[in-house]
DNA sequence: ATAGGGAATTAACCTAAGTTTATTGGTGCA
DNA sequence: TGCACCAATAAACTTAGGTTAATTCCCTAT
């Protein structure tokens, strides 16, 4: 698998999005990354500027708050643009890590210097704004179903939306994705497990 | 005030976000909403295919969960674009309303007619694709104040960040923006005050 | 083969917030 | 003036989830 061929699964995500982007302005140089499980793309505090493009994989975006709180923003699966918006865009350090949580392999180049030679394309921006547009609407049904669901239900849902995770992913992760303690996951595995049992 | 400055306002807001935006583009008739407090630009289920521009006042979004549990998703402030982007975008129902909370002034035109107008011109991409990123960065954070923050240290925050609301607002819905019941605020408040009495 | 370390489970206990119900306090309206 | 209604508070009780600590299981490295 070369670099021009992870370039085109890139150009051909994007292109989903907006079919008439003129990819030629596209000419910056692109970075490989090869990461086994456990490895990070960049960490929560670093200048995280660049554009990630997951090949193929899975990752987590996960942050630690002030009192040492582990917390899975979210999860990503191959083929997707991955990185921080808010670092890429206002230069401030990341909030998140992005985690391999299998061996994954990403590409990536600078925001800046990417979005100079695209944003010239209108193609590209009706993409790029779709794309936002998408992450934006997944993060409101994320927000809500926080403040409505009980974690049982989150449990669930995540099980419904990533079958093939429980048993992969170690149930630390699962717990901090969904907003609780492994021990509380672990409680609520229990609860279900027993009254299908009874059923 | 007519609707031309009305208009106006909407323009000078959104070329805050880029200079060069070509407005003879934008052709599309505009409806005028003069809100008195409490009453709403859309209804959650209705099919909000409109942008709405807020002149002025203060409006909130709101969303009744299948068990009758209300929740402030967001609380704009004027001069704000506002609307869910959610159901303009792919014409489904909201899965909010947004009210008023003081009496309010808005202007809106149908997104479609909009978008089609507008996204011919590069300019109006670039501040479209910057606002989308601004309201993207601004729910990551409230992700993760509900998740990290208790909801305490959530209300002193939503004081400091709209501190001309308590007092004006109904507690019911800083509650509900909290993502707490009122009762409980109630409580909260007691031991703030209690505890700054104690000082 | 075995010792050590991390992951998951379980139990006991604690705390924040939800629920129910009752009381107080304004505000508007007859 | 007083009634009615809604907002806010308060008290009592319940519950979900956090915290701490002990136990088991499994995997890896020696």
Redesign the pocket.
Known sequence: MDRLQLKQQFIDYFNQYHSKIDWSLFKCEIDLHLLKKGQHLFQQGDDAKRLYFLNSGLVRYCNVSDKGKEYTQSIAKAPRVVGSTRAMTLGTPALFSIEAVTDSIAISFPWDIFYQQMSQDLGFMKAYATFLETIFIQKELKESSIIHL???QRYLNFCRDFPELPGTM???QIASYI????????????RIKESAGSR
């Open positions: 009980s974690a049982t170690p149930q630390q907003g609780i303690t492994p021990i509380a996951l672990s409680r609520i595995r229990a």
